[in-house]
């Protein structure tokens, strides 16, 4: 008699699940996908009524270990889209990251990560104010936003390839596009406190969160993007602007190497030029192929392997069955 | 990032609260009324859960009374004739159903449509209520998941015969949801209540309540959209 189980019996006997909340990045987009995934219904519909449609589980989700440890995992579509914001339908853009929270607590996920938008609106909106959706009472331990593990990733991103292009960190001056933000201000504490890099330059829009940064920190200097990007060999950007901006070549110092980790991304530009390094920033890429479809939607090079880090997040605390709410106010990157 | 506009504060007493109240509060009423008439009859088709069924019947005239309250407390007279009209395709449909002995059609039409109609409308109701008013309905919004929960445990038993029958009757009322929402689009949002947010609120309990019952997600998709033909 024989004790190993096959693989769908070993998966069925786990109880615990992650999640991962996100949405597509346009209404055209919206619609192609509803094409592509077989609802002309829905290809058909306008933002009213994405404002007003229901999220939805549309895929499961299946994650290997290089151990071999298997987790279990569901991707829950908000219906939020970004022109939502653009036309002020603010209350619908908030119902939608709510009432996606609430689908996921109600089907029985543990530890859910807010992609994409769904984080910068639950923050931006205070929406921890709302604790009863329907009959459900939102437990925010089972939420987290990812940004510990974002900012992590862009930090070792810096390392790695500032290392591969010959600029050497401790002779480098870094510029961060975001710096007060919550995943801009833990990219300026890892570096400060575990490199050896000679110039942080901060770049944000609020004065009084820059001084209290600065603070924090005890360096940093705060400077406008056009004054900081001639003097910056790496950039890092992870502001939340609602369109990318246009840089030229010529501005920037070469080499130059720009991590843009932004949602949405922060870069217009395509550079073609040798000299200057765009890596996308924040997303990773797992050993094994992730039995998934929806990394396809999300125009990803790997789909297989490569995913957003705060999605990662949530699969990483399911592995470890930390079942917390590990960033929320704030990142944990010290 | 855009903010979000401080929400205006509402006078439960000016003339267009009370003439908007006069009618979404008829159909509360209405509603309620039409749900104690269709359970009693429905409890005459089910022998074996009559007594549940009459435990729901007066729950719902409870509740009318409630919301006679609410419209007393208001200074309202509610304008039934309205709303016996609104509520008049669906109860043709249940009224015809159970003359022809199709019970997954009046169980369709009551414990999902209708009651999943009253949890999406009573939940964006409460946060911007008077406070009498917002008493009184969350009571009642507690107890009518129970009557959907009635209406999903029936179908849930009896799916693989029920589906067919459930599939003709969702696209012959669920298109009515539709045009009764947009009916009182413009009295629901002078009480507060976005149209978007009433259909959001729809969509969710009554796709769960597919769900509950065994369609699969697909199917809960398509059998959702329906309501989006035009009637």
Same mark, same amino acid.
């Given at each position: 008699?024989?004790? #190993?189980?096959?693989?769908?019996?070993?998966?069925?006997?786990?109880?615990?699940?992650?999640? /991962?909340?996100?949405?597509?990045?346009?209404?055209? #987009?919206?619609?192609?996908?509803?094409?592509?995934?077989?609802?002309?219904?829905?290809?058909?519909?306008?933002?009213?009524?994405?404002?007003?449609?229901?999220?939805?589980?549309?895929?499961?989700?299946?994650?290997?270990?290089?151990?071999?440890?298997?987790?279990?995992?569901?991707?829950?579509?908000?219906? %939020?889209?970004?022109?939502?914001?653009?036309?002020?339908?603010?209350?619908?853009?908030?119902?939608?990251?709510?009432?996606?929270?609430?689908?996921?607590?109600?089907?029985?996920?543990? *530890?859910?990560?807010? =992609?994409?938008?769904?984080?910068? !609106?639950?923050?931006?909106?205070?929406?921890?104010?709302?604790?009863?959706?329907?009959?459900?009472?939102?437990? +925010?331990?089972?939420?987290?936003?990812?940004?510990?593990?974002?900012?992590? *990733?862009?930090?070792?991103?810096?390392?790695?390839?500032?290392?591969?292009?010959? !600029?050497?960190?401790?002779?480098?001056?870094?510029?961060?596009?975001?710096?007060?933000?919550?995943?801009?201000? $833990?990219?300026?504490?890892?570096?400060?406190?575990?490199?050896? !890099?000679?110039?942080?330059?901060?770049? $944000?829009?609020?004065?009084?969160?820059?001084?209290?940064?600065?603070?924090?920190?005890?360096?940093?200097?705060?400077?406008?993007?056009?004054?900081?990007?001639?003097?910056?060999?790496?950039?890092?950007?992870? $502001?939340?602007?609602?369109?990318?901006?246009?840089?030229?070549?010529?501005?920037?110092? &070469?080499?130059?190497?720009?991590?843009?980790?932004?949602?949405?991304?922060?870069?217009?530009?395509?550079?073609? #030029?040798? $000299?200057?390094?765009?890596?996308?920033?924040?997303?990773?890429?797992?050993?094994?192929?992730?039995?998934?479809?929806?990394?396809?939607?999300?125009?990803?090079?790997?789909?297989?392997? &490569?995913? +957003?880090?705060?999605?990662?997040?949530?699969?990483?605390?399911?592995?470890?069955?930390?079942?917390?709410?590990?960033?929320?106010?704030?990142?944990?990157?010290? | 990032?855009?903010?979000? @506009?401080?929400?205006?504060?509402?006078?439960?007493?000016?003339?267009?609260?009370?003439?908007?109240?006069?009618? !979404?509060?008829?159909?509360?009423? @209405? =509603?309620?009324?039409?749900?104690?008439?269709?359970?009693?009859?429905?409890?005459?088709?089910?022998?074996?859960?009559?007594?549940?069924?009459?435990?729901?019947?007066?729950?719902?005239?409870?509740?009318?009374?409630?919301?006679?309250?609410?419209?007393?407390?208001?200074?309202?007279?509610?304008?039934?004739?309205?709303?016996?009209?609104? %509520?008049?395709?669906?109860?043709?449909?249940?009224?015809?159903?159970?003359?022809?002995?199709?019970?997954?059609?009046?169980?369709?039409?009551?414990?999902?449509?209708?009651?999943?109609?009253?949890?999406?409308?009573?939940?964006?109701?409460?946060?911007?209520?008077?406070?009498?008013?917002?008493?009184?309905?969350?009571?009642?919004?507690?107890? @009518?998941? &129970?009557?959907?929960?009635?209406?999903?445990?029936? /179908?849930?038993?009896? +799916?693989?015969?029920?589906?067919?029958?459930?599939?003709?009757?969702?696209? &012959?009322?669920?298109?009515?949801?539709?045009?009764?929402?947009?009916?009182?689009?413009?009295?629901?949002?002078?009480?507060?209540?976005?149209?978007?947010?009433?259909?959001?609120?729809?969509?969710?309990?009554?796709?769960?309540?597919?769900?509950?019952?065994? %369609?699969?997600?697909?199917?809960?998709?398509?059998?959702?959209?329906?309501?989006?033909?035009?009637?």
């Amino acid at each position: 008699m024989s004790f #190993h189980a096959p693989d769908s019996q070993v998966f069925s006997n786990q109880s615990r699940m992650f999640g /991962l909340i996100g949405h597509l990045t346009s209404l055209e #987009h919206a619609q192609s996908v509803a094409r592509d995934l077989g609802y002309p219904e829905y290809a058909d519909q306008g933002l009213d009524f994405w404002c007003s449609a229901p999220p939805q589980i549309v895929d499961t989700i299946r994650v290997k270990s290089a151990t071999g440890q298997v987790i279990e995992g569901r991707y829950v579509e908000s219906c %939020f889209l970004p022109e939502m914001l653009a036309a002020r339908r603010i209350k619908a853009a908030t119902r939608k990251i709510i009432n996606a929270m609430a689908h996921a607590q109600k089907h029985g996920v543990d *530890i859910t990560a807010l =992609g994409g938008f769904s984080s910068i !609106i639950f923050e931006n909106f205070n929406l921890n104010q709302i604790h009863q959706v329907r009959n459900i009472k939102l437990d +925010f331990h089972r939420f987290t936003t990812g940004n510990t593990h974002t900012a992590y *990733i862009i930090c070792r991103q810096v390392e790695q390839a500032s290392r591969k292009l010959g !600029i050497e960190l401790s002779r480098a001056t870094v510029a961060v596009c975001g710096a007060t933000g919550d995943i801009g201000s $833990a990219v300026c504490q890892w570096l400060n406190a575990r490199t050896d !890099i000679q110039d942080l330059l901060l770049i $944000a829009r609020n004065q009084e969160r820059i001084q209290q940064l600065q603070d924090r920190l005890g360096r940093g200097k705060a400077m406008t993007l056009e004054e900081a990007l001639p003097q910056a060999d790496i950039v890092v950007w992870v $502001a939340s602007m609602p369109k990318g901006v246009e840089i030229e070549a010529a501005a920037l110092k &070469q080499p130059c190497l720009m991590v843009d980790g932004g949602y949405p991304k922060n870069l217009a530009t395509r550079f073609n #030029h040798p $000299a200057v390094h765009v890596l996308k920033g924040g997303i990773v890429e797992h050993s094994l192929d992730i039995d998934w479809r929806i990394m396809n939607i999300v125009n990803m090079d790997v789909p297989a392997r &490569q995913l +957003f880090a705060c999605f990662a997040e949530s699969m990483l605390l399911e592995f470890e069955k930390w079942y917390t709410n590990f960033s929320w106010d704030e990142t944990r990157l010290r | 990032m855009p903010q979000l @506009e401080a929400s205006s504060t509402i006078d439960f007493h000016s003339e267009v609260y009370k003439d908007a109240y006069s009618r !979404i509060n008829a159909i509360v009423i @209405e =509603g309620e009324l039409e749900a104690n008439g269709n359970y009693k009859q429905l409890a005459e088709s089910l022998p074996d859960d009559q007594a549940e069924l009459i435990k729901l019947a007066k729950m719902e005239l409870r509740h009318m009374k409630g919301f006679q309250a609410c419209g007393k407390n208001l200074n309202v007279s509610p304008d039934m004739e309205f709303a016996q009209k609104f %509520f008049s395709e669906l109860h043709n449909n249940f009224q015809a159903a159970w003359q022809d002995g199709r019970i997954i059609t009046c169980l369709l039409i009551q414990s999902l449509i209708i009651e999943t109609f009253a949890i999406a409308a009573y939940n964006i109701y409460i946060p911007v209520a008077d406070d009498f008013a917002r008493k009184i309905t969350e009571g009642v919004v507690k107890d @009518e998941y &129970q009557h959907l929960n009635y209406g999903e445990q029936w /179908l849930k038993a009896n +799916f693989e015969s029920a589906k067919a029958e459930l599939e003709v009757a969702n696209r &012959q009322n669920l298109p009515l949801v539709w045009k009764m929402l947009n009916q009182v689009a413009t009295d629901a949002e002078v009480l507060g209540m976005e149209k978007d947010a009433l259909v959001e609120d729809f969509m969710i309990t009554y796709g769960e309540a597919l769900a509950n019952i065994g %369609f699969n997600n697909r199917e809960v998709m398509r059998l959702s959209a329906q309501g989006l033909a035009v009637v």
